[in-house]
């Protein structure tokens, strides 16, 4: 059985599972994620890898692909990051691809997690070819896959849709926006605006007490909600994908979050018959808690790049 390695490194955490050639993950490691300068991710995401192969018990050699998703800029081609702020790598490119492929002696594919995200959020919800991956964590952005090819736009930007503004007098944004979707529902935007006990998860317990009926967080929640309603809308308007799947770490609230989407698209669809037509509340899905979306997805990528590596049927 050869397998593959897929690693979704995150600002905080690092997620590697190996899987086989069905898709099945055979292994899985974390390990907190050592950033702060190229050398430092680079030497992170090398020892993430042979630390995936002890646990599948196989050399690294023996590993068929690697693919190492982050949240950045990359050049899936060359395999250079360039922009991924979280991690310590500036506007400069960073060729992490070409330093674990030497590493490692595997072919390695580099891809933007929310890409892999998107494409392993496909496999695990068994919907079809087509949805779109709406992240919302430290960032907020979307992941397109479209009649099974992953789009990633002429200039990499597909899906960016956290920098559109949705309320040009709110905060202002790293992007040097004002009120664009990220500054107002990302976890960091959320945080500002609702403390929570040391440890605790940030939605969940907003969920938790706009249930329990504190006004507040009743007000903050069906705040946040509109504008996620928005970005499905923008998103089903747009490319029109069949599903469209919350995830990141804001979306680990689960059902009761997505529920709080689905209220303000059906008031929406109550005024609108061309939106009714839509069916969005139905169409939006939130990935389980803890799924391993972008490492599954980056393996998957992996995988079919170094089966075809120039224009693979997965791009
Ligand atoms: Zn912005």
């Not at 950045?72 to 492929?101: C, E, F, S, Y």
């Amino acid at each position: 059985v050869t397998l593959v390695a897929g690693l979704d490194i995150g600002g905080t955490k690092t997620l590697a599972v190996a899987a086989d050639a069905s898709g099945a993950i055979v292994a899985t490691t974390r390990a907190p994620t050592r950033a702060g300068d190229a050398a430092t991710v680079a030497a992170h995401a090398t020892e993430t890898v042979s630390q995936l192969a002890d646990a599948a018990g196989i050399s690294v050699s023996d590993l068929a692909a690697i693919g190492v998703g982050l949240p950045g800029m990359v050049d899936v081609v060359t395999g250079q990051v360039r922009h991924a702020v979280n991690l310590g790598i500036d506007g400069r490119p960073v060729d992490l691809g070409r330093h674990v492929r030497e590493a490692a002696g595997v072919p390695t594919l580099v891809v933007n997690d929310v890409d892999a995200a998107a494409v392993g959020a496909l496999r695990l919800l068994g919907t079809g070819d087509d949805l779109a991956y709406l992240s919302i964590g430290t960032g907020v952005a979307a992941g397109l896959v479209l009649d099974g090819h992953l789009r990633r736009g002429g200039r990499g930007a597909a899906g960016e849709i956290g920098h559109v503004v949705v309320d040009p007098a709110g905060p202002t944004c790293p992007c040097g926006q004002r009120g664009c979707l990220e500054a107002l529902v990302s976890g960091p935007a959320i945080a500002r605006r609702w403390a929570v006990p040391a440890g605790e998860p940030l939605t969940a317990h907003l969920v938790g007490a706009a249930s329990a009926g504190d006004p507040k967080a009743v007000a903050l929640l069906r705040e946040i909600a509109g504008h996620l309603a928005s970005a499905v809308a923008l998103l089903a308007l747009t490319v029109d994908p069949d599903v469209v799947v919350l995830g990141g770490g804001v979306a680990e609230a689960g059902e009761p979050l997505a529920d709080a989407v689905r209220a303000v698209l059906a008031e929406r669809a109550a005024a609108s018959s061309m939106l009714a037509d839509l069916d969005l509340p139905a169409r939006l899905v939130v990935l389980p808690s803890g799924a391993a979306a972008g490492a599954i997805g980056a393996a998957l990528l992996a995988r079919s790049d170094a089966a075809e590596p120039a224009g693979s049927a997965a791009r």
